[in-house]
């Protein structure tokens, strides 16, 4: 037994050092496979235990965030690796607007904050609601739909999802008008209504008009023609009790905000539901150096907003905190003195102080063009009203041929 046991033990002894004993080659080369595929194991089982903290790090924030404590839960969600993570946000967020819809704007705003550091985030959530508005919509899904629905609309509020998919989104439901059809398009446009009659009232009036064809042609039931009554009363009101964006959740300037234009009737449009489940990454620790970085930058940034922001509300409240809001005021102005500095060596490269020449690569002006003189064509009555359309759309030099091939 003795033996044996100094046998067994011996395999140890010699993966740490050889002890000055000879091992043979094919011992050595599979004691060296057995090391490997035991780091590889615990390096897996690391990550499997990262993914669950992460997991909780999400889904914590998001079922307690409001309208009082957004910021800090911006903040708190940063802290956790969004990118490895952003199909468990998304579907967190997608759960919890599902069981709470009154708090759907305090999510629209949510998402929109991250959107604007985190693209990929909004790019994957808008896609994800579309696939699921149109699975709900084959299926006569009406709460789902209007679940949905009312998600899309705050995030065109938002400036996340573009406006067109607004209109792609009545026109279907307006196209074969039904009792739940018409009830998901009034609730929606109760949402979104607001921002449409700011951003696109022509082409809301055309979505009006096909309301009122509804209500005096279609054979719908009472209750649903009140409410398309009712809807067009909201609209003469100016939409006052469904204002744009609510109260305390006006979170992100204009400049910053990122638009993703997902079509309705796009085929290739990609849920990503591999990203809800874990997959060991073969490089972990790059990949979490890397979003260290960008996490460190990101609440760097909001930091020194919110000590900005400090200082101001501290010197308009305290009259005596002269000092303090002497030195704050030298520290911007030598931050913008170094952003002035930083601009003439960019203007300098250029020759022409004060501009820079940009080439957009991305076409992104051009599809907007697009996307405008379509609209225009499309929610116009007669030609006339369209040719009026056309002549007010500016055009910039060399953009003349878009305008034929539309």
């Known amino acids: 037994s003795e033996a044996r046991s100094r046998q067994v033990a011996l395999p140890s002894r010699l993966i740490s050092s050889a002890g000055g004993r ?16 035991a780091n590889k194991e615990s390096d897996e089982t690391m990550q499997r235990e990262n993914w669950e903290l992460l997991k909780k790090r999400i889904n914590g924030p998001i079922n307690k965030v409001n309208t009082a404590n957004i910021k800090d839960i911006v903040v708190e969600l940063f802290s956790a690796n969004l990118i490895r993570g952003r199909g468990l946000l998304c579907r967190s967020v997608m759960r919890a607007q599902s069981l709470s819809s009154s708090f759907t704007p305090v999510y629209a705003a949510l998402v929109a904050v991250i959107n604007t550091k985190l693209p990929v985030v909004g790019d994957l959530l808008v896609t994800r609601l579309v696939l699921q508005f149109r699975r709900a919509f084959n299926r006569d899904d009406k709460e789902r739909c209007i679940s949905t629905a009312m998600f899309l609309a705050h995030l065109t509020n938002q400036r996340v999802a573009h406006e067109v998919l607004a209109f792609q989104l009545v026109s279907l439901l ?75 959740l006006d979170l992100v300037e204009e400049d910053e905000q990122i638009v993703h234009e997902v ?49 101001e509300s501290d010197s308009g409240s305290d009259s005596g905190s002269e000092s303090e809001s002497g030195t704050e005021g030298d520290s911007e102005s030598e931050e913008s003195d170094g952003g002035n500095d930083e601009t003439v060596s960019k203007t300098e490269s250029t020759g022409v102080p004060g501009m820079q020449k940009i080439h957009d690569l991305t076409e992104t002006e051009l599809v907007t063009l697009r996307r405008t003189i379509y609209l225009a064509v499309m929610s116009s009555l007669s030609f006339e009203e369209a040719s009026h359309k056309l002549l007010q759309i500016k055009i910039n030099p060399g953009e003349e041929q878009e305008m034929c091939n539309m």
């Open 174 to 248: 307006l196209e074969t008008p039904t009792d739940d059809s018409v009830e998901v398009a009034v609730s929606f446009m109760r949402e979104v209504g607001a921002f449409l009659l700011d951003a696109a009232p022509r082409v809301l009036n055309a979505v009006f008009d096909t309301f009122r064809s509804i209500l005096h042609e279609a054979d719908i039931d009472k209750r649903v023609q009140y409410m398309i009554e009712v809807l067009f009363q909201v609209r003469r009101d100016g939409f006052k009790n469904s204002p744009i964006i609510p109260e305390g």
């Open 22 to 37: 000879y091992i043979p080659p094919a011992a050595k080369r599979r004691m060296l496979a057995e090391a490997a595929g």
């Open 263 to 311: 079509a309705l009737d796009d085929d290739d449009l990609e849920a990503q539901d591999e990203l809800n489940v874990f997959a060991a990454d073969n490089d972990f620790a790059e990949n979490e150096q890397k979003y260290n970085a960008v996490k460190s930058e990101i609440l760097g940034e909001s930091e020194d907003s919110e000590s900005g922001h400090g200082s």
